[in-house]
């Protein structure tokens, strides 16, 4: 014959849940909408085991299971309080009123058709009363009377209860530590990001400050690029060699201008700006400046001459440099950009524009700087748009006496000598 359940819980949706679940495992049922409804059905229906929340209208849980507990026909019947109430006080008020068991809410399901079965088991045998035991607890007084075996119920109910919290916080701390993990794993791309967009010492200040000041350089070098006949180029090569050419120069344009220490400002179209100097000062910034555009200028060289033996349309490049004063900080609130303004940038822009192709041609200014280290052809006063003429050089290669080899790309000793000599030279603002 089945086993018949009564209980009683005031919220609809769990009461739904619950006669689901015990009627899926063969159990008859009765539910109460409240302490007083479940007592009422109590008189026509005679269950194997109650169930009960606390937390009802016009009779709770308490109340509930202690007129259940007193009355001389239904003391025997094993009691269960199932609540969301948790505190310690709670159990041992549920002890203090009779009930057999206490079961947490949200219950696994396993868990309490464990305590349920138990419970019907190991039914309530006639046991001699034990005289009230006094208990305080939080400044409150309780009195218990009850049995070893009904005492011994509550201490396994109360030891699975734990159980299961504990295993419900362990999970929840891996989740939190999960989630921590996809956090900082999310925090370091967003910065990795940034990094790459910005400079490290403002994005510094961005995730600092929230803000950064633009910037007063008194003497940074500017170097820009240029591909030449690059439409016409283009309009032979499909969309995506176009775009991976690009991506393969650029990204060694990268490398190079990393290398040398030079920051990196945009590319526009097939344009390449980059400069030294800043937003860490230094005193070598024509020098890093130079060697960087010689090792551009060789890297476009060697992919010419493989494109051409592959019979594929290739670029040329011109690159200027120009040295001299900028303002530069961090333009946009949504994308951020750093970039810099000045005369000294439009001159750049038109050492490149005035320049020949496969040569680095420098202002004066630039060569003043960094004649001591490359030999350099003069080539005059240029005309140069919107700035009339300026003296121009072009740069050939590292001065013999300075360098290792006879095409003059790779410094010896005395050049690094002269160059940690310029490094520690003391900057004036």
């Not at 509550?154 to 999970?171: A, D, F, G, P, V």
């Not at 499909?238 to 690009?246: G, N, R, S, T, Y």
């Amino acid at each position: 014959m089945s086993k018949k359940i009564l209980f009683a819980e005031d919220n609809s949706i769990q009461g739904v849940v619950l006669k689901r679940l015990l009627t899926s495992r063969g159990f008859v049922t009765e539910w109460g909408k409240n302490g007083k409804e479940a007592l009422k059905l109590l008189e026509n229906f005679s269950p194997d085991l109650i169930i009960t929340d606390v937390e009802m209208p016009e009779m709770d849980g308490f109340e509930f299971c202690k007129a259940v507990k007193s009355h001389p026909e239904y003391s025997k019947i094993p009691l269960v309080i199932c609540s969301s109430l948790s505190e310690p006080e709670d159990i041992i008020r549920g002890i203090e009123v009779g009930a057999n068991g206490y079961v947490t809410k949200p219950y696994d399901e396993t868990f309490l058709m464990y305590r349920i079965d138990a419970l019907l088991n190991n039914p309530i045998e006639n046991t001699i009363q034990e005289p009230p035991v006094q208990i305080h607890y939080a400044g409150r007084e309780y009195q218990i009377t009850a049995d070893k075996m009904h005492i011994l119920q509550m201490l396994l109910s109360i030891y699975e209860n734990t159980i299961k919290q504990n295993k419900e916080l362990m999970e929840a701390q891996i989740e939190i530590r999960q989630k921590a993990q996809a956090l900082e794993k999310s925090l370091e791309e967003s910065e990795r990001l940034l990094r790459n967009i910005l400079p490290e010492k403002i994005a510094d200040r961005l995730k600092h400050q929230g803000y950064d000041e633009p910037e007063y350089f008194s003497d940074v070098s500017v170097l820009f690029t240029d591909f030449k006949g690059f439409t016409d180029v283009a309009e032979f090569m499909k969309p995506k060699e176009l775009v991976e050419q690009l991506d393969l120069c650029f990204a060694q344009f990268d490398a190079i201008t990393e290398m040398y220490n030079l920051e990196k400002l945009k590319t526009i179209g097939d344009s390449y700006m980059a400069a030294g100097g800043l937003p860490e000062v230094n005193s070598t910034h024509p020098v890093d400046t130079v060697r960087a555009a010689m090792e551009i200028k060789d890297f476009m060289e060697t992919a010419k001459s493989i494109r051409i033996n592959q019979g594929l349309p290739y670029w040329e490049l011109r690159i200027g440099i120009h040295s001299g004063p900028v303002v530069a900080g961090v333009i946009g609130n949504k994308k951020f950009a750093y970039d810099m303004w000045g005369d000294t940038v439009n001159t750049a822009s038109r050492m490149e524009s005035s320049g020949e192709i496969g040569k680095v041609n420098i202002s004066r200014d630039t060569y003043e700087a960094v004649k001591e280290f490359f030999d350099c052809e003069y080539r005059g006063k240029i005309e140069a748009k919107n700035k009339g003429t300026i003296d121009m050089f072009f740069v050939q290669r590292i001065k013999p006496e300075l360098s290792r080899d006879e095409e003059g790309k790779i410094p010896n000793d005395k050049f690094m000598e002269l160059y940690t000599e310029l490094k520690n030279k003391v900057i004036t603002p």
